[in-house]
Protein backbone atom coordinates (compact mmCIF):
# COMPACT_ATOMS: atom_id res chain seq x y z
CA UNK A 1 0.00 0.00 0.00
CA UNK A 2 1.48 3.11 -0.98
CA UNK A 3 2.57 5.87 1.71
CA UNK A 4 0.23 8.78 0.54
CA UNK A 5 -3.07 5.98 1.38
CA UNK A 6 -4.89 6.97 4.66
CA UNK A 7 -7.36 4.41 6.06
CA UNK A 8 -9.79 5.68 7.89
CA UNK A 9 -11.65 3.99 11.22
CA UNK A 10 -7.33 2.91 12.16
CA UNK A 11 -5.93 4.11 15.05
CA UNK A 12 -1.98 5.40 15.67
CA UNK A 13 0.02 1.90 16.69
CA UNK A 14 0.49 1.60 19.90
CA UNK A 15 3.78 2.65 21.05
CA UNK A 16 5.87 -0.47 22.18
CA UNK A 17 6.34 -1.66 25.85
CA UNK A 18 9.66 -1.70 27.55
CA UNK A 19 10.01 -5.36 28.95
CA UNK A 20 10.65 -5.18 32.66
CA UNK A 21 14.07 -6.37 34.14
CA UNK A 22 13.58 -10.00 36.38
CA UNK A 23 13.92 -9.67 39.88
CA UNK A 24 16.23 -12.45 40.97
CA UNK A 25 14.45 -15.06 43.78
CA UNK A 26 16.27 -14.80 46.70
CA UNK A 27 15.23 -17.86 49.28
CA UNK A 28 17.06 -17.91 52.74
CA UNK A 29 15.00 -20.67 54.91
CA UNK A 30 15.91 -21.93 58.43
CA UNK A 31 13.88 -25.15 59.70
CA UNK A 32 13.67 -26.83 63.12
CA UNK A 33 12.41 -29.97 63.00
CA UNK A 34 11.85 -29.70 67.50
CA UNK A 35 11.23 -32.32 69.98
CA UNK A 36 8.04 -34.02 67.98
CA UNK A 37 8.98 -34.69 64.91
CA UNK A 38 7.92 -38.20 63.80
CA UNK A 39 8.63 -40.05 60.59
CA UNK A 40 7.27 -43.53 59.57
CA UNK A 41 7.78 -45.10 56.33
CA UNK A 42 9.55 -47.94 53.96
CA UNK A 43 9.97 -49.69 57.27
CA UNK A 44 11.45 -46.54 59.21
CA UNK A 45 9.74 -45.69 62.83
CA UNK A 46 11.69 -43.12 64.35
CA UNK A 47 12.15 -39.53 66.04
CA UNK A 48 14.27 -36.89 64.18
CA UNK A 49 16.00 -34.07 65.30
CA UNK A 50 17.82 -31.07 64.21
CA UNK A 51 18.26 -28.22 61.84
CA UNK A 52 18.79 -26.98 58.47
CA UNK A 53 19.35 -24.04 56.49
CA UNK A 54 18.17 -23.48 52.69
CA UNK A 55 19.48 -20.88 50.22
CA UNK A 56 18.69 -20.55 46.58
CA UNK A 57 19.71 -17.72 44.05
CA UNK A 58 17.72 -16.98 41.04
CA UNK A 59 17.45 -20.06 38.94
CA UNK A 60 20.60 -21.58 40.75
CA UNK A 61 19.93 -25.08 42.72
CA UNK A 62 19.50 -24.97 46.31
CA UNK A 63 22.21 -25.10 48.70
CA UNK A 64 21.27 -26.68 51.86
CA UNK A 65 23.43 -26.65 55.40
CA UNK A 66 22.61 -28.39 58.74
CA UNK A 67 22.14 -32.08 60.33
CA UNK A 68 19.54 -34.35 61.02
CA UNK A 69 19.93 -36.90 63.29
CA UNK A 70 17.68 -40.02 64.19
CA UNK A 71 17.05 -39.51 68.20
CA UNK A 72 15.53 -43.24 68.87
CA UNK A 73 13.95 -45.50 66.24
CA UNK A 74 13.82 -48.59 64.11
CA UNK A 75 14.13 -50.29 61.07
CA UNK A 76 12.23 -53.16 59.55
CA UNK A 77 14.51 -55.14 57.43
CA UNK A 78 13.77 -58.88 56.77
CA UNK A 79 10.55 -59.67 59.15
CA UNK A 80 13.24 -58.54 61.61
CA UNK A 81 13.25 -55.12 64.11
CA UNK A 82 16.52 -53.32 63.80
CA UNK A 83 17.41 -50.87 66.55
CA UNK A 84 19.08 -47.31 65.25
CA UNK A 85 21.51 -46.82 66.97
CA UNK A 86 22.82 -43.70 65.75
CA UNK A 87 21.77 -42.25 62.60
CA UNK A 88 23.21 -38.84 61.27
CA UNK A 89 22.55 -37.08 57.40
CA UNK A 90 24.78 -34.12 57.41
CA UNK A 91 24.23 -31.82 54.12
CA UNK A 92 27.08 -29.31 53.25
CA UNK A 93 25.73 -28.06 49.92
CA UNK A 94 23.95 -30.30 47.71
CA UNK A 95 20.44 -30.85 48.47
CA UNK A 96 20.50 -34.45 47.30
CA UNK A 97 23.82 -35.74 48.49
CA UNK A 98 23.78 -35.44 52.24
CA UNK A 99 26.71 -37.59 54.07
CA UNK A 100 25.67 -40.65 55.87
CA UNK A 101 27.00 -42.03 59.37
CA UNK A 102 24.30 -44.87 60.60
CA UNK A 103 24.25 -47.57 62.64
CA UNK A 104 21.42 -50.47 62.67
CA UNK A 105 21.43 -53.29 65.25
CA UNK A 106 19.70 -56.60 65.86
CA UNK A 107 19.62 -56.08 69.69
CA UNK A 108 19.16 -59.41 71.89
CA UNK A 109 17.06 -59.39 74.70
CA UNK A 110 18.22 -56.59 77.55
CA UNK A 111 20.34 -58.62 80.28
CA UNK A 112 21.68 -61.23 77.27
CA UNK A 113 25.58 -62.03 78.06
CA UNK A 114 27.18 -61.44 74.36
CA UNK A 115 29.80 -64.33 73.22
CA UNK A 116 30.58 -65.61 70.25
CA UNK A 117 27.48 -68.17 70.16
CA UNK A 118 25.39 -64.92 70.93
CA UNK A 119 26.19 -62.55 69.06
CA UNK A 120 24.45 -58.97 68.27
CA UNK A 121 24.96 -57.82 64.59
CA UNK A 122 24.06 -54.80 62.53
CA UNK A 123 24.80 -52.86 59.41
CA UNK A 124 26.50 -49.78 59.39
CA UNK A 125 26.12 -47.24 56.40
CA UNK A 126 28.51 -43.94 55.44
CA UNK A 127 29.63 -42.27 52.55
CA UNK A 128 26.73 -40.09 50.71
CA UNK A 129 23.08 -40.75 49.69
CA UNK A 130 24.19 -41.36 46.31
CA UNK A 131 27.42 -43.10 47.06
CA UNK A 132 26.67 -45.41 50.37
CA UNK A 133 28.59 -47.72 51.42
CA UNK A 134 27.77 -50.46 53.78
CA UNK A 135 29.26 -53.24 56.10
CA UNK A 136 28.32 -55.58 58.56
CA UNK A 137 28.95 -55.22 62.22
CA UNK A 138 28.74 -57.36 65.23
CA UNK A 139 29.65 -57.43 69.09
CA UNK A 140 31.81 -59.49 69.81
CA UNK A 141 33.62 -59.46 66.30
CA UNK A 142 32.80 -62.86 63.83
CA UNK A 143 33.42 -63.10 59.92
CA UNK A 144 31.44 -61.90 58.02
CA UNK A 145 29.44 -64.74 57.33
CA UNK A 146 28.15 -65.31 61.34
CA UNK A 147 27.27 -60.99 61.04
CA UNK A 148 24.76 -61.63 58.33
CA UNK A 149 23.85 -65.17 59.67
CA UNK A 150 23.09 -63.59 63.30
CA UNK A 151 21.44 -60.71 61.72
CA UNK A 152 18.86 -62.56 59.36
CA UNK A 153 18.12 -65.47 60.64
CA UNK A 154 19.34 -64.81 64.54
CA UNK A 155 21.69 -67.70 64.99
CA UNK A 156 25.07 -69.02 63.71
CA UNK A 157 25.88 -70.61 60.42
CA UNK A 158 26.72 -74.10 62.04
CA UNK A 159 23.30 -75.91 61.20
CA UNK A 160 21.91 -73.88 58.64
CA UNK A 161 19.72 -75.20 56.75
CA UNK A 162 19.50 -75.38 52.54
CA UNK A 163 16.69 -72.57 53.11
CA UNK A 164 18.57 -70.61 55.02
CA UNK A 165 21.33 -70.04 53.28
CA UNK A 166 18.76 -69.04 50.18
CA UNK A 167 17.70 -66.82 52.16
CA UNK A 168 20.98 -64.73 53.07
CA UNK A 169 22.48 -64.93 49.93
CA UNK A 170 19.32 -62.37 49.11
CA UNK A 171 19.90 -60.84 52.26
CA UNK A 172 23.82 -60.26 51.13
CA UNK A 173 22.27 -59.28 47.98
CA UNK A 174 19.91 -56.73 49.32
CA UNK A 175 21.91 -55.41 52.21
CA UNK A 176 25.49 -55.05 50.68
CA UNK A 177 24.22 -54.53 47.11
CA UNK A 178 22.41 -51.59 47.45
CA UNK A 179 18.84 -52.93 47.15
CA UNK A 180 15.36 -52.95 48.91
CA UNK A 181 14.90 -55.68 51.46
CA UNK A 182 12.39 -54.69 53.91
CA UNK A 183 8.87 -56.07 54.50
CA UNK A 184 7.51 -59.57 53.66
CA UNK A 185 5.28 -62.00 55.44
CA UNK A 186 7.20 -62.18 58.48
CA UNK A 187 6.76 -58.35 59.00
CA UNK A 188 2.95 -58.26 58.49
CA UNK A 189 2.06 -61.04 60.54
CA UNK A 190 4.32 -59.42 63.36
CA UNK A 191 2.35 -56.07 62.87
CA UNK A 192 -1.06 -57.91 62.74
CA UNK A 193 -0.21 -59.53 66.03
CA UNK A 194 1.48 -56.94 67.68
CA UNK A 195 4.24 -58.78 68.44
CA UNK A 196 7.81 -56.83 68.61
CA UNK A 197 9.41 -60.07 66.96
CA UNK A 198 8.18 -63.38 65.16
CA UNK A 199 10.67 -65.22 63.28
CA UNK A 200 11.96 -68.98 62.90
CA UNK A 201 15.39 -69.98 65.54
CA UNK A 202 17.42 -72.72 65.58
CA UNK A 203 16.81 -74.48 69.03
CA UNK A 204 21.25 -74.24 70.23
CA UNK A 205 20.56 -77.19 72.78
CA UNK A 206 19.26 -79.69 70.56
CA UNK A 207 20.68 -82.52 69.22
CA UNK A 208 18.75 -82.77 65.99
CA UNK A 209 19.17 -80.66 62.60
CA UNK A 210 17.55 -78.83 59.96
CA UNK A 211 13.01 -78.24 60.57
CA UNK A 212 13.21 -81.10 63.71
CA UNK A 213 15.22 -78.63 65.73
CA UNK A 214 13.66 -75.32 64.31
CA UNK A 215 11.09 -73.44 66.77
CA UNK A 216 9.11 -70.09 66.23
CA UNK A 217 9.90 -67.34 68.19
CA UNK A 218 7.10 -64.64 69.30
CA UNK A 219 8.49 -61.73 71.75
CA UNK A 220 6.94 -59.08 73.01
CA UNK A 221 8.77 -56.06 75.09
CA UNK A 222 6.39 -55.36 77.99
CA UNK A 223 8.52 -52.57 79.82
CA UNK A 224 11.63 -50.98 79.78
CA UNK A 225 13.11 -53.95 81.82
CA UNK A 226 11.43 -56.89 81.03
CA UNK A 227 10.91 -59.00 77.63
CA UNK A 228 8.46 -61.96 77.45
CA UNK A 229 8.84 -64.73 74.60
CA UNK A 230 7.33 -67.88 73.26
CA UNK A 231 8.86 -70.69 71.53
CA UNK A 232 7.37 -73.54 69.90
CA UNK A 233 8.88 -76.19 68.12
CA UNK A 234 8.27 -76.63 64.39
CA UNK A 235 7.84 -80.23 64.34
CA UNK A 236 7.66 -80.92 68.04
CA UNK A 237 5.10 -80.71 70.61
CA UNK A 238 7.89 -78.34 73.45
CA UNK A 239 7.10 -75.46 74.02
CA UNK A 240 8.27 -72.39 76.50
CA UNK A 241 7.38 -69.66 78.06
CA UNK A 242 10.38 -67.13 78.69
CA UNK A 243 10.20 -63.71 80.82
CA UNK A 244 13.75 -61.60 81.61
CA UNK A 245 13.52 -58.95 83.93
CA UNK A 246 16.27 -56.75 84.11
CA UNK A 247 17.00 -55.69 87.46
CA UNK A 248 20.21 -53.45 87.05
CA UNK A 249 22.95 -53.25 84.48
CA UNK A 250 24.23 -56.08 85.44
CA UNK A 251 21.49 -58.76 87.20
CA UNK A 252 18.70 -60.17 85.20
CA UNK A 253 16.14 -62.31 86.68
CA UNK A 254 15.10 -65.32 83.88
CA UNK A 255 11.93 -67.49 84.35
CA UNK A 256 10.83 -69.93 82.03
CA UNK A 257 8.28 -72.16 82.14
CA UNK A 258 6.51 -75.37 79.83
CA UNK A 259 8.98 -77.93 78.53
CA UNK A 260 11.69 -76.68 81.24
CA UNK A 261 10.88 -74.72 84.19
CA UNK A 262 13.61 -72.75 85.84
CA UNK A 263 14.30 -69.71 87.81
CA UNK A 264 17.68 -68.39 86.99
CA UNK A 265 19.74 -65.00 88.26
CA UNK A 266 22.06 -63.68 85.19
CA UNK A 267 25.38 -61.89 85.94
CA UNK A 268 26.47 -60.13 83.51
CA UNK A 269 30.26 -58.42 82.67
CA UNK A 270 32.51 -57.15 80.33
CA UNK A 271 36.26 -58.57 79.44
CA UNK A 272 38.56 -55.62 78.24
Do not use: C
Amino acid sequence: MSDDVIVLGRGAPAPAQKKEAEVPLSVNLAADLGDDFHLRGLGIDAYLAGSVRLRMVGTGDPRVNGTIRVASGTYAAYGQKLTIDRGVLTFNGRYDNPSLDVLAVRKQPEGTQLSETNVEAGVQVRGTAQSPQARLVSTPTVPDSEKLSWLVLGHGMEGTSGNEKDVLSAAAGALLGGKGGTGGITTKLANSLGVDELGLAQNRNGDAEGLANTVVTVGKRISSRAYLSFEQGATTASSLVRLRYKLNPRWTLQFQTGTNTALDVLYAWAFD
